[in-house]
């Protein structure tokens, strides 16, 4: 499954995220929300004619045929089958008699905009997909795969019932949530692989264009609508799979599931998307 590497793709790349001014050297101060301002802006200057809202539908966002094949697809979705899973999964007590239900603020209804956030007490990101498994464990469970069907039926049913609230991330005034949010920015824009690609060069530099038969999302809402149904995977995909799928791509070597580096691209990721509805579970070609 190899392709080879559009060559525009990559020399354009240099010039325009030059102009996004991607990454702050030591001495900067960080400003995630000047960054999130900046980024939003060069999004909806590069695709005027997308509504705001639309980007979290990913490559669908990216031309009209597209977005007509996303809303036949919506009619009659491929991710059901998970999200009625997930519902049953949820709510089904463990073995010591709690559920899932007993770790979330709120029961876990309608709080997916608020994940990833940074704990102070641990002094990391903590992700959805570590949050449920934390919980499981906590509860004599063992951990699921964050590559495979359960987690991905349950965060579908999370997002779900959060569906139309804006992404929501704090970033505390902890000097660790900081350096956590930069990170994940670092890791953003850096090339890596024997292709020598960030995740910039595809998702930033290139939205819309298509690499071998797809069409590349925007980073702007790009986890709103995770979890995904892919027809290419024949099943759902968590926001895990996708992000060691994309490295992968790249010739690169993927990092575990819920690495320190994941943990923080996923807080850049989804702080600088900030008002993007929840959109999830997602259906892509
Ligand atoms: C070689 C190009 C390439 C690189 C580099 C790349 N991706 Fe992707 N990515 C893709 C393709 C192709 C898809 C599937 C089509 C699409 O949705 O963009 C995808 C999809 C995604 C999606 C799902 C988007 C959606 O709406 O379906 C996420 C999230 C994502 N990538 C994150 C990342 C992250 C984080 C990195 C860096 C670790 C990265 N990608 C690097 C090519 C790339």
Redesign the pocket.
């Known amino acids: 499954m190899m392709w080879r590497v559009a060559l525009p793709l990559a020399t354009a790349f240099a010039v325009s995220l030059l102009a996004l001014a991607p990454i702050t050297r030591a001495a900067d101060a960080v400003n995630p929300e000047a960054d999130k301002k900046a980024f939003q802006k060069f999004f909806t200057d590069k695709f005027p004619k997308v509504k705001f809202d639309d980007f979290v ?3 669908y966002s990216m031309n009209e045929d597209l977005h007509k094949q996303w809303e036949e697809k919506e009619q009659f979705p491929p991710y059901e089958f998970s999200l009625e899973a997930g519902k049953e999964m949820f709510s089904k007590p463990f073995k010591n008699g709690k559920s899932y239900e007993d770790c979330f603020p709120n029961k876990g209804i309608g709080i997916r905009q608020n994940y990833p956030y940074f704990d102070e007490k641990e002094g990391k990101v903590v992700t959805l997909e570590l949050a449920l498994n934390r919980c499981r464990e906590a509860n004599g469970e063992a951990p699921f795969s964050y590559v495979k069907d359960e987690m991905a039926a349950l965060t579908a049913y999370m997002a779900y019932t959060s569906r139309g609230k804006p992404m929501d991330i704090k970033i505390p005034s902890d000097p660790r949530a900081l350096e956590a949010y930069e990170k994940g920015k670092e ?2 824009y850096t090339r890596r ?1 024997q ?1 020598n ?3 910039a ?3 930033v530099q ?2 819309g264009e298509r ?2 038969a ?4 925007p ?1 702007l809402g ?2 709103n ?2 979890p ?1 149904y ?1 027809s290419e995977w024949s099943g759902m995909g968590t ?1 895990s799979r ?2 060691t ?3 992968s ?2 010739r690169g070597v993927p990092l575990s599931p819920q690495d320190d580096e994941y943990r923080n ?1 996923e807080y850049y ?1 989804s702080y600088v998307s900030n008002g993007l509805p929840i959109s999830g579970p ?1 259906a ?1 070609p």
């Open positions: 539908n990913g490559p890791y953003f692989g292709l690609f960030s995740c060069t595809c998702h290139s939205p690499i071998r797809e069409i590349l999302a980073a790009i986890l609508a995770m995904i892919r926001t996708r992000f799928t994309c490295n791509q790249i691209v990721l997602g892509r």
